[in-house]
């Protein structure tokens, strides 16, 4: 995919749909001093780059129910799959079946002690035991699960910090964005 060159007003465009996805191009116009015809190009051209994914609305897990949040490590066996796999790997396999899971909120592939760490939400303690004796620990390859119950929430976002793009001095400079 092509590279997208942002100036300014794209990184307060940015900044501002990030605080509120839902605003709508008048609006986001008369934050960043740019008309609704502007706005409105300008964010179909960061869409259509790849630099806004999606949008979404964010749900407090707590609010419907889900007040126990996990950070779970998993350690598989091995990476390489046996021949019953069909040449498969441990890890894609992995993958492939935890992106089916619906109480799995992140996967992350990482380097260090554990070869996987996971956000999971479960209603109580009883449920997240149930999902990872029944579901977790019967993944292809896994080995060891470690989890961390989080006990109170201090800070959770999804805005990126954007500061480091462009400089207060030099608002004429463009940054080229790829999606490489």
Do not use: W
């Amino acid at each position: 995919m092509a590279g997208i060159t942002v100036d300014r007003h794209d990184l307060a465009l940015l900044t501002e749909l990030q605080r509120d996805g839902h605003a709508t191009n008048a609006a986001l116009g008369e934050i960043i001093h740019l008309s609704t015809s502007q706005v409105s190009r300008r964010v179909q051209r960061l869409e259509e780059a790849g630099v806004i994914d999606h949008y979404t609305a964010v749900i407090d897990p707590a609010v419907v129910g889900l007040g126990v949040m996990a950070f779970t490590h998993v350690v598989l066996e091995r990476h390489a799959g046996t021949p019953a796999d069909k040449g498969e790997t441990h890890g894609a396999r992995f993958e492939r079946e935890i992106a089916r899971l619906p109480e799995v909120l992140e996967c992350f592939s990482v380097a260090g002690e554990a070869d996987y760490m996971l956000r999971i939400v479960a209603y109580d303690l009883a449920a997240l035991s149930e999902f990872m004796n029944r579901h977790l620990l019967h993944l292809p390859g896994v080995s060891t699960v470690k989890s961390t119950i989080s006990l109170h929430k201090i800070k959770q976002t999804s805005v990126l910090p954007l500061d480091h793009i462009i400089q207060p001095r030099q608002t004429k400079q463009r940054i080229r964005f790829s999606s490489e």
